[in-house]
């Protein structure tokens, strides 16, 4: 077991003798450890060599251990950052090589999956691989995967993978889909809702992506589907900048404690701000300081700012530009 701390295994016997006791002379472990007198003294060398031992100088010579916090974890983290070091060394030289290969190859920049089964084993096989964040276009009626069937990305998001999911309006109307969406928003899922997705997709990283290239399953008959595994390319790029550009419109869902999910028409009306929040848009719109609002208005100016973020997220905006861009589009001024 500790081998990767540099101990061969009658190292690791003796060691482990020393820690049970304050300290032993060489007859002794040998006769305890099972292992002949002249291999014993090799091994003690060698141990009292690696820090892992230290023996009197009064005779009988004893050995004692040392502490397997100072003697042990050193050289395991050594390892394990030359681990990780090399670990990122064969991602680095597993994208060159890749890279290399769609150059010279065209054919490894697109693979074409046959089937639900091979579909669900690669959706499953991309989020396990997922460091970082996986999008996704969530369309009615499943293909591969049953609404609530995909754990993978629980066990990605209990990673710290980012999950950004834009589902569309028909989505709700299958069988518990809206617990399933209620579930993966508690989980950490960003979702948002549109009325209509044009189709499914699934990227990895901005690295790789799935999406259809022949419809099939229960939403486009009895078939089975043929999708597309896309690989760094422009295609790739492109299939990411549709996600933006839907993700940038849509509404985000909000879960509330009892479970209930709001948004999931894909439109936010105008009636979904109070009136407050109306007036107070229309003079931020108009170029009205903060503190000319409170004024205005009787309130305080973190009051102010307070409903200003609260509508930035309802619109899923991050900047003051963009809610009243989103404002204007949603028909709230």
């Known amino acids: ?19 049970t006791v304050p300290a032993a ?34 005779a009988p010579r004893s050995f004692a251990a040392t502490p397997p916090d100072v003697a042990l974890l050193p050289p395991l983290q050594r390892n394990s950052d030359a681990l990780d070091k090399a670990r990122t060394a064969v991602t680095d030289l597993l994208e060159t090589y890749r890279r290399t290969r769609r150059r010279r190859d065209p054919d490894q920049l697109i693979e074409v999956i046959t089937g639900a089964e091979a579909l669900r084993q690669h959706l499953r096989q991309i989020q396990d691989s997922t460091r970082h964040e996986m999008l996704w276009f969530c369309k009615a009626q499943y293909v591969a995967m049953p609404s609530g069937s995909n754990r993978a990305e629980f066990d990605a998001l209990a990673r710290g993978v980012r999950y950004r999911v834009l589902y569309e309006r028909a989505f709700f109307d299958d069988p518990g889909a809206v617990g399933n969406v209620v579930e993966g928003v508690r989980a950490g899922e960003i979702a948002r809702a549109v009325p209509h997705l044009p189709l499914r997709l699934a990227v990895a990283d901005r690295a ?25 390319s422009s295609l790739l790029e492109a299939l990411v900048a549709l996600f933006e550009r839907y993700w940038e419109d849509a509404v985000p869902l909000d879960v509330s404690p009892s479970g209930t999910v709001s948004g999931t028409d894909g439109v936010t ?35 102010v700012q307070r409903h200003i973020q609260g509508m930035m997220t309802l619109a899923g905006a991050t900047t003051r530009m963009q809610l009243a861009w989103q404002a204007a589009r949603r028909g709230w001024l």
Do not use: F, N
């Open 208 to 232: 790789i992506a799935i999406c259809p290239l022949v419809p099939g399953g229960p939403s486009g008959g009895s078939e089975e589907p043929t999708t597309a595994l896309v690989r760094g």
């Open 1 to 19: 077991m500790l081998e990767p701390a540099g101990l061969t295994p009658a190292e690791e016997t003796v060691y482990r003798m020393l820690v």
């Open 269 to 303: 009306h105008g009636d979904a701000l109070s009136a407050t929040d109306k007036q107070l848009l229309s003079l931020l719109v108009a170029g009205v300081a903060d503190k000319a609002i409170a004024s205005q208005m009787g309130l305080s100016r973190r009051t």
């Open 25 to 58: 002379p060489a007859q002794e472990i040998a006769a305890h450890c099972g292992l002949p007198p002249d291999e014993t003294e090799r091994v003690l060398a060698s141990l009292t060599a690696k820090g892992l031992a230290s023996g009197t100088d009064r």
